[in-house]
């Protein structure tokens, strides 16, 4: 004790008087009593110098990096997400809706893209087709009048395959060929042909010679072994 | 309404809320730097430092209710969330600590050379003070940000106790356990005898 004052001791010296003259909640007079210490206490003297040093290489450390600043990418990140929350609420119910309408419209657009593709499915010449016999549309150049027909699929160069429930006459006016059954050609196809009239004798129809060579068309039922069962001449 | 420099954080931070680009921007440049020394000097890494820096204003943005003015300033409130960040990217990465920060552009960091520098001065006190950092980043966690605010920062411990939201005798132990382990770290990379008696305690 010096002074009626009392000395600091190393243990306080070290919590309270390395840092004495920052800290401040000591008083003048403790930074004095620490002043005190550490020049009656040669280890505190010591370990203050020491401190010291430590002190000046933080100091460099602080000054090295004191100039860093944040990177201006980030201010331009966070000023983003700020206008996105402060957005003008009607502007925001707009995006909105144009988004939810964008929405309906691209179901609404599939909905039909599917439905019509089955529509063209069911239509098309390779799809299921209802009734029987079945059949497919081919092109035939006629040679009579040396125009051509429409056709979907080729089967045979010079025939036309007509489907019996699209035929004008109804696919019951066939005159049976000799030695066919007609319950054979349940999945049969109606074929329309272009022949000279004498081929017709062949089939064991009646020809008349003075025409007998003259081009005309047939609709033949083949059967599904693909031998003709019946024949016909269209209107 | 026009914003002055010397507008109260508060007053800034209510106007941000009601959707003030320029308040919030005001607000942004007065604290994101300190923040971003902060966070660099905690983690060592400016990438680290600067994802932090970033959801600490994404967490202001969305939220702004989420600080009470009666329960401190700002600056402490951005502070405690920076360093609820800082320990989550502590967890999340390895032990192992980058003696060496490299900048964006793949130079090292650290000192400026100056003119008066020649190379062979400007390498050993370069290797020093990443000696320094690797010391102060090795120190716990709750010592290590007491060191940043007060001896990197420069600030008062009344400034760190309100910062870290304790009381400054909380701050006064930490800093000198702190400042114990630091010391040690430090004598032994000058190779000098350890002097420090209460490391031990």
């Excluded at chain 1, 000279?196 to 609709?219: C, H, K, M, T, Y």
């Excluded at chain 2, 959801?55 to 600056?75: I, Q």
């Excluded at chain 2, 800082?86 to 552009?105: A, C, F, G, H, T």
Aim: net charge negative; hydrophobic share 40%.
């Amino acid at each position: 004790m010096r002074n009626g004052r009392v000395d600091m001791n190393c243990e306080e010296f070290e919590i309270l008087g390395l840092d004495s003259q920052r800290d401040a909640s000591i008083s003048d007079d403790g930074r004095e009593r620490a002043v005190q210490h550490a020049r009656v206490c040669g280890r505190c003297a010591a370990l203050g110098a020491s401190w010291a040093a430590a002190q000046a290489e933080l100091a460099a450390l602080a000054e090295s990096s004191r100039i860093l600043r944040v990177p201006a990418r980030v201010e331009t990140r966070v000023l983003q997400q700020f206008r996105l929350k402060h957005q003008p609420r009607q502007e925001r119910r707009f995006l909105q809706l144009a988004t939810w309408g964008l929405a309906a419209a691209a179901v609404i657009v599939c909905t039909f893209g599917v439905w019509d593709w089955h529509k063209w499915r069911q239509g098309s010449p390779g799809g299921n087709i209802a009734g029987s016999p079945t059949a497919a549309r081919n092109e035939v150049p006629n040679p009579a009048t040396g125009s051509s027909e429409t056709n979907a699929s080729p089967v045979t160069d010079d025939s036309e395959i007509l489907m019996a429930g699209n035929e004008s006459n109804g696919g019951n006016d066939f005159t049976q060929l000799p030695g066919s059954s007609l319950q054979e050609v349940e999945d049969g196809a109606i074929v329309r042909v272009g022949m000279e009239r004498a081929s017709l004798a062949a089939f064991g129809l009646p020809v008349n010679e003075d025409e007998a060579s003259d081009w005309i068309q047939v609709d033949l039922l083949v059967g599904s072994d693909g031998s003709a069962q019946a024949v016909r001449l269209p209107e | 309404m026009k914003i002055r420099q010397n507008d109260q954080d508060e007053e800034l931070l209510k106007r941000s809320a009601k959707g003030d680009e320029e308040a919030f921007t005001v607000l942004y440049r007065r604290h994101a730097d300190v923040l971003y020394r902060f966070a660099f000097r905690m983690t060592g890494s400016s990438w680290g430092a600067e994802e932090i820096v970033q959801d600490v204003f994404m967490t202001l943005v969305r939220e702004p209710g989420k600080y009470d003015t009666e329960r401190g300033t700002l600056p402490a409130f951005l502070f405690g969330i920076t360093r609820n960040k800082i320990m989550k990217y502590n967890e999340r990465l390895p032990r192992e600590i980058s003696l060496v920060e490299r900048q964006e552009d793949g130079s090292g960091g650290g000192l400026t050379l100056r003119d008066s520098f020649t190379p062979a001065m400007w390498a050993e006190q370069r290797e020093r003070l990443e000696k320094v950092r690797a010391a102060v980043m090795e120190l716990p966690i709750e010592f290590r940000e007491t060191v940043v605010l007060c001896e990197l920062e420069e600030m008062t411990y009344d400034q760190a106790a309100r910062m870290l939201d304790c009381p400054i005798g909380t701050i006064r132990s930490r800093l000198h356990r702190g400042r114990a382990l630091l010391l040690a770290k430090l004598e032994m990379l000058r190779d000098a005898p350890r002097r420090w008696s209460s490391v031990a305690r």
